[in-house]
């Protein structure tokens, strides 16, 4: 119920092994040289974290918990946010900060300044955008609607599509390493059928496990 922000940091360290906030306009800022890890929080407020370091070694670290927006702001921010657990439903990179996402569930990414957001692992349910100066690189991850194709090094990483053949399957694609195996494989359902598994074709074609590697794209 707070009048601003839940709690700010400034040039100070936070770890955060359970927390919840409610009722207050903003959730945690993190301002000047500070760094804060979160773990099992549940920030209520919109824009559950503001993130405008003002140093290099400044940083935020999501590890698990539910949030709403985690937001980058301001053109001097610097620093760093990781994302590798949890639930997020937006991230917003609004400043030359640097994003990085390896885990977890994310709703949509907007990156709209010059920073830039790194995308290697986690379940993205939404949109992935750049309008600014800034850079997004895609080299891993499940997507469920976004096409990612503009941000991936074809050089470096397949994109994989996943065809359910008249059933459903809640992924689009699948990303992943050029050459490495493709990893855990989503399910898909089809009324009055049994998922035999992935292949390279509706009729025929080689079966795909998590342990097959691409070296191109393919369906």
Known sequence: GCRWYAAVVN??????KGLTTSGNRWGINLDKTSSAVLADAVLGEEDSVVFEGESP????????????NIKTQGDDTQGSVTISGGTVENVSNE????IGISGGTVGSIANSSTGAVSISGGTILGSVSSTGGGSIEVTGGSFVSADVGEFVDPDQT???TLDANGGTCDLKTLVAASGAPVGTLPEAARDGYTLKGWYTAANGGEKVTGETAFTDNAT
């Not at 040039?11 to 955060?16: E, F, G, I, N, S």
């Not at 070694?57 to 709403?68: A, N």
Request: charged share 15%.
């Open 11 to 16: 040039d100070a360290q936070l770890q955060v």
């Open 57 to 68: 070694d400044s940083s935020l670290t999501i590890e698990s918990g539910s949030f709403q």
């Open 95 to 98: 400043s030359p900060a640097e």
């Open 158 to 160: 397949v994109i994989l």
